[in-house]
């Protein structure tokens, strides 16, 4: 299984970018995906989940109204669009495939990419 994000980057404030996570070798249409992002020395925090089937999404009230979440089940594609950035949106962003399981679940992560939301 690979989980690849990418088009994170620098962006001035008010600025906008479109991360895109593309998933390989699951049955990606089964899958939660959710956006998480860190910044160093706190948690990871969840940013923007979305049904596997695309029909619900959450956001974190920090985020709503100016990210959206959407995914392409042909592409096996999850895509996170910020809009409005701000400084405190800087961090790396992590894509998360979830599969519940009755013997354990299924999680896979990918690298990362870095978000820089200069001021």
């Known amino acids: 299984v690979q989980v690849v994000e990418s088009g994170g980057g620098l962006v001035q404030a008010g600025g906008s970018l479109r991360l895109s996570c593309a998933a390989s070798g699951l049955t990606f249409s089964k899958y939660t995906m959710t956006w998480y992002r860190q910044v160093p020395g706190k948690e990871r925090e969840l940013v923007a989940t979305?049904?596997?089937?695309?029909?619900?999404?959450n956001y974190a009230d920090s985020v709503k109204d100016r990210f959206t979440i959407s995914r392409d089940n042909v592409r096996n594609t999850v895509y996170l669009v910020l809009n409005s950035l701000r400084p405190e949106d800087t961090g790396v962003y992590y894509c998360?495939?979830?599969?519940?399981?009755?013997?354990?679940?299924?999680?896979?992560w990918g690298q990362g990419t870095q978000v820089t939301v200069s001021s």
């Open positions: 998360n495939a979830h599969l519940p399981a009755l013997w354990g679940n299924y999680d896979y």
């Open positions: 979305i049904t596997s089937a695309g029909t619900s999404t």
